[in-house]
């Protein structure tokens, strides 16, 4: 399974970005897709999961702000990201578990300041 990441960028603190995954036309569509970040010098931390019952959770941090949502007919999984703020900044990937193996975006960077 291949994951492409676009969509980041350098954003003002308040400001709002959408980032999208495009996934190959092959990958089930009852999978569970999320979007992690990594922050200079910080681990990995999940920010949003779309369960294969398409329930929705994010972290504490991004709830209210944050909001993830998938397109199968497009083969791709957005993360809308309103009144961004510093802490945002990071490495955004993508991620899907396909039959219990894990599979990586390399990553689109967004910069808030």
């Known amino acids: 399974v291949q994951l492409v990441e676009s969509g980041g960028g350098s954003v003002q603190a308040g400001g709002s970005l959408r980032l999208s995954c495009a996934f190959d036309?092959?990958?089930?569509?009852?999978?569970?897709m999320a979007w992690f970040r990594q922050a200079p010098g910080k681990e990995r931390e999940a920010v949003a999961f779309?369960?294969?019952?398409?329930?929705?959770r994010y972290a504490g941090s991004v709830q209210g702000r944050f909001t993830i949502s998938k397109d199968n007919a497009k083969n791709t999984l957005y993360l809308q990201m309103n009144s961004l703020k510093l802490m945002d900044t990071g490495m955004y990937y993508c991620?899907?578990?396909?039959?219990?193996?894990?599979?990586w975006g390399q990553g689109t960077q967004v910069t808030v300041s």
């Open positions: 991620w899907v578990r396909v039959k219990g193996v894990e599979y």
């Open positions: 036309a092959y990958t089930p569509a009852n999978v569970r």
């Open positions: 779309i369960g294969v019952d398409g329930a929705l």
